[in-house]
C-alpha cells in the first residue's frame, strides 16, 4: 500500500480541553519517540506545544527528517460573538503551518484541521457517545455554525493558500453521523473538507459495531481528504454509555485503546481507503491525559499492527 504513517501530541497526552500542562513530557522528546516508533509525521498539537517560532519549527522537524500534517485548532463554531478570536487563532496557527509546509512529503501539504470547541457545552460534554436527535442543533444554529466554519476556511485560504478539514468528534455539536451529513451539506466543499476520524465517528455514532466505520468511509468519501486512525474499546464503550460517564471520564479510562485492540476493522478501512484511490496520510491518535499510560510504548505497539496489516 502507498500510505505514509504519522502520529500526533496528542498520542503522548499533548490534548486540547486538559488543564493539567504541568504532567506533559517535552515537545523534544514526543518528537524523538515518534520518530523511533517508526513514524514519518506529526501534527502540530496544541498550540505552544511545539515551537510557534517557524525558524525553529522547522530545525526541529527538518532535523528529524518529518512531514507536518496539520495543527488540530478548535473554535466555538456556534457562537458567533467567538468568531473573530477563533478565525484570529486559526490564522496564527495556519501561518505557521505554511512556514513548514514545504519539508518532508513533497506530495502533502498540511491542513489546518477545524473543529467545534468541544467539551465547552456541559450536555454536549456529559452525554458524548450517547447523543440523541433532541440534543442536536437546531436548523438556524447548523447554519449558523456552517457558515462560521466556511469563514474560517475562507480566511485560511485566502491569507496561506492552505485547506481546511473538520474533524467530526465527541463532545462537541457534530459527532453524529447524521451531524457530520447536515454539516456538510450547509459547507462549501471548495473550502471544507472532511477529517475521519475512526474512533470518533465509532463512539460518536452511538454503537460498537465494526461495520458502522466502513459504512461511514463510504458515506462520506467525497470529501474525505484526511483519515485518522484511533481504534474503541468497545467493553468500555458500553460501560460508558450504561453508567453516563462524560468525555474526560471516558478518555482517563482508556475508551480510545491500542489499535488492534479494539472494533474498528484497520484492515478493511485501510483496503476500503486504497479501493477508492487515497494517497494520502494516516495518522494515529491514541488520545490520552497528560502523564497517562506508555506512549512510547503504545505509539510502537501500534506501528507494528499496522505493519501486521502491510503498513
Not at 504519522?6 to 499533548?14: D, E, L, R
Not at 458515506?219 to 474526560?248: C, M, S
Request: charged residues 25%.
Amino acid at each position: 500500500m502507498t500510505f505514509r504513517l504519522g502520529n500526533a501530541p496528542c498520542s503522548w497526552g499533548t490534548i486540547e480541553g486538559t488543564d493539567t500542562e504541568s504532567a506533559r513530557i517535552s515537545y523534544t522528546r514526543m518528537l524523538d519517540e515518534l520518530v523511533e516508533a517508526g513514524y514519518a509525521g506529526t501534527e502540530l498539537g496544541d498550540y505552544g506545544f511545539l515551537p510557534t517560532d517557524a525558524a525553529m519549527l522547522r530545525w526541529e522537524l527538518k532535523a528529524r527528517d518529518l512531514t507536518m500534517l496539520g495543527a488540530y485548532v478548535d473554535v466555538p463554531l456556534a457562537d458567533p460573538a467567538a468568531l473573530g478570536e477563533g478565525r484570529d487563532r486559526a490564522l496564527t496557527v495556519a501561518r505557521l503551518l505554511e512556514s513548514v509546509a514545504d519539508l518532508g512529503d513533497p506530495h502533502w501539504q498540511p491542513y489546518l484541521v477545524l473543529a467545534d470547541a468541544h467539551s465547552r457545552d456541559l450536555m454536549r460534554f456529559q452525554h458524548a457517545g450517547r447523543i440523541t436527535p433532541k440534543m442536536a442543533l437546531g436548523d438556524v444554529e447548523t447554519k449558523v455554525f456552517a457558515e462560521n466554519a466556511n469563514e474560517v476556511a475562507r480566511a485560511v485560504q485566502r491569507e496561506t493558500g492552505l485547506g481546511t478539514l473538520f474533524h467530526h468528534h465527541c463532545a462537541g455539536f457534530i459527532e453524529t453521523p447524521d451531524e457530520i451529513a447536515r454539516f456538510l451539506s450547509l459547507t462549501d466543499p471548495e473550502l471544507i473538507g472532511l477529517v475521519f476520524d475512526t474512533g470518533h465517528y465509532l463512539y460518536g455514532g452511538g454503537g460498537c459495531g465494526s461495520e458502522a466505520v466502513l459504512e461511514g468511509l463510504e458515506r462520506f468519501w467525497e470529501r474525505i481528504r484526511y483519515v485518522h486512525l484511533k481504534d474503541l474499546d468497545p467493553g468500555l464503550a458500553t460501560r460508558a454509555r450504561q453508567e453516563g460517564w462524560d468525555y474526560n471520564t471516558a478518555i482517563g479510562r482508556g475508551i480510545f485503546c491500542e489499535l488492534g485492540r479494539g472494533r474498528v476493522p484497520f484492515e478493511e478501512v485501510t483496503k476500503r481507503l486504497q479501493n477508492f484511490g487515497y494517497r494520502g496520510w494516516l495518522t494515529v491518535e491514541q488520545d490520552v491525559l497528560p502523564g497517562m499510560g506508555a506512549p512510547k510504548e503504545s505509539a510502537t505497539r501500534n506501528r507494528a499492527f499496522l505493519r501486521t496489516l502491510g503498513l
